[in-house]
């Protein structure tokens, strides 16, 4: 199984960035997909995640209403549409798959190799 993350980079305060995350080597989508973050010094938190079907999200209370998980199955493939940004949304972003739906970084069994993304003020 591979995930592959890319999109991020450098964007100043309050742009946008796309991450896209490309899967392999599993059945997309019966797969439940997350994103997750990791800031230097800082414990690897939830972002966001979506069902298999793609009819179910949650966000985290920190992006809620600026950041927007999306996934197309005919492609396998996972988004994550960033918007608004600030210099605290700056991390490692990692994408993760799991079978079941949760919030909790060890409810997802396989994981990317992270993008980073860096937002300048």
């Known amino acids: 199984v591979q995930l592959q993350a890319s999109g991020g980079g450098l964007v100043q305060v309050g742009g946008s960035l796309r991450l896209s995350c490309a899967a392999s080597g599993l059945t997309f989508s019966t797969y439940t997909m997350g994103w997750f973050r990791q800031a230097p010094g800082k414990e690897r938190e939830f972002v966001t995640t979506i069902n298999w079907s793609g009819t179910t999200t949650n966000y985290a209370d920190s992006v809620k209403g600026r950041f927007t998980i999306s996934r197309d199955n005919a492609k396998n493939t996972v988004y994550l549409q960033m918007d608004s940004l600030k210099p605290e949304d700056t991390a490692v972003y990692y994408c993760?798959?799991?079978?079941?739906?949760?919030?909790?970084?060890?409810?997802?069994?396989?994981w990317g190799q992270g993008t980073q993304v860096t937002v300048s003020s």
């Open positions: 993760a798959a799991t079978r079941s739906y949760g919030v909790r970084s060890d409810s997802y069994y396989y």
